[in-house]
């Protein structure tokens, strides 16, 4: 069974294009987005790295870290970069690590199932590993997954508007409507009745009695 929302990311060490990581050592106090991708030097990996390496300003606003992993090696990795920054536009700054012992990748689940074939079956790509995404809390624990076939190009527009749902409501009995984005109305948890949840978080839009909108209260 995969990793559970909640459950505790698991901590690795690993080579990476940044050198020597230990994960949770490496994320301190930063929330952090963990993405897996098949292989070095294919076409959507490359474009959708590319997509990463843009936004890596926007993850830095929201004290967010990104780390790469592919079963390839670092040396791949470096050559590979100048690829993406040159899809890009822009320097992919930010660590790819080095999972040739598919260690990470089988921590994290993944691996695709046609990886539990008997050995006999398999080829090196069923080793590859998925579309993979896991937005990880500051204390460490899985706040969000996302896995997509190999087929298939992430939309990272959507991880940085869940990444931002995440954090608006860390620690909140709130809750964000199907899809939101930040500045819009939020959903009070029924945990609070009226009186309480007027009391934290302003007059209430009362569309049903188990559905209450309130205004997205300010982050520290």
Not at 177 to 188: H, L, R, S
Request: net charge negative; aromatic share 10%.
């Amino acid at each position: 069974m995969g990793l559970r929302i909640n459950e505790t990311a698991p901590d690795f060490t690993a080579d990476s294009t940044e050198g020597e990581i230990r994960f949770h050592e490496w994320m301190g106090d930063s929330y952090a987005i963990l993405f897996s991708h098949p292989r070095d030097f294919t076409p959507v990996c490359t474009t959708e790295f590319g997509a990463v390496a843009q936004l890596v300003p926007e993850f830095e606003k929201r004290n967010t870290k990104v780390l790469g992993v592919s079963v390839d090696s670092v040396d791949d990795h470096v050559k590979w970069k100048r690829d993406i920054e040159t899809v890009a536009g822009t320097p992919a700054n930010f660590a790819i690590i080095d999972d040739t012992s598919l260690n990470v990748s089988k921590a994290y689940d993944m691996l695709p199932a046609d990886f539990y074939l008997p050995d006999a079956d398999r080829t090196p790509a069923h080793s590859a590993t998925v579309r993979t995404v896991f937005i990880i809390g500051p204390d460490k624990k899985v706040r969000l997954t996302m896995s997509y076939p190999m087929s298939v190009g992430r939309n990272f527009a959507e991880i940085v508007r869940a990444l931002d749902a995440v954090q608006a409501t860390d620690g909140e009995p709130i809750a964000t409507p199907a899809n939101w984005v930040p500045g819009q109305d939020v959903i009070v948890a029924l945990s609070l009745d009226d009186e309480q949840a007027e009391a934290k978080y302003g007059k209430l839009d009362k569309q049903l009695p188990y559905l209450r909108y309130a205004k997205q209260p300010e982050q520290a």
